[in-house]
């Protein structure tokens, strides 16, 4: 087991297929934080967000979920588990978001030494009882050299 919390460049791609309004392809570059206890794997990382300023994010993985908490002028705590659908409140400055995950596939894959790794999410996303949007996260890690 290991505490050492290890600095880490982050690269995030996010892709939306969206049926009505066209895809969305979103990627950044970030630097954050890696930390292991057992089973249980933690990157942190700080964003800033265009109109919306410092969004901190934390992403948990364990064996059966893996868990993205947003805190900052967004706020939400999105639950991934596969088969399963989850919910919560996504607080935005423009208001609340019932907001309803249903988990298709995920994949954490650690790299040597866990000082790299890959996350894979596929899932739809439900806003307020709209048309149910799929989406694939992937974000890789790899330890900030000095």
Do not use: W
Not at 10 to 16: A, D, G, Q, R, V
Not at 54 to 59: A, G, S
Not at 121 to 133: A, F, G, H, I, K
């Amino acid at each position: 087991m290991s505490n050492e919390t290890i600095p880490v460049h982050i690269k995030i791609e996010t892709e939306i297929v969206d049926d009505q309004n066209g895809n969305e392809n979103i990627s950044r570059t970030e630097n954050g934080s890696y930390v292991h206890r057992g089973k249980v794997h933690m990157i942190k990382y700080k964003e800033e967000m265009e109109d919306l300023g410092l969004v901190h994010t934390t992403i948990v993985i364990q064996d059966d979920r893996v868990s993205i908490k947003r805190e900052g002028s967004l706020q939400m705590h999105q639950v991934f588990r596969i088969g399963s659908s989850t919910e919560c409140v996504y607080h935005h400055p423009y208001g609340k978001f019932r907001m309803e995950t249903t988990t298709h596939h995920m994949q954490f894959v650690k790299g040597i030494g866990n000082r790299s790794g890959r996350i894979y999410l596929n899932y739809d996303v439900t806003l307020n009882d709209q048309e149910p949007r799929r989406h694939t996260f992937e974000l890789h890690f790899q330890e900030e050299v000095a």
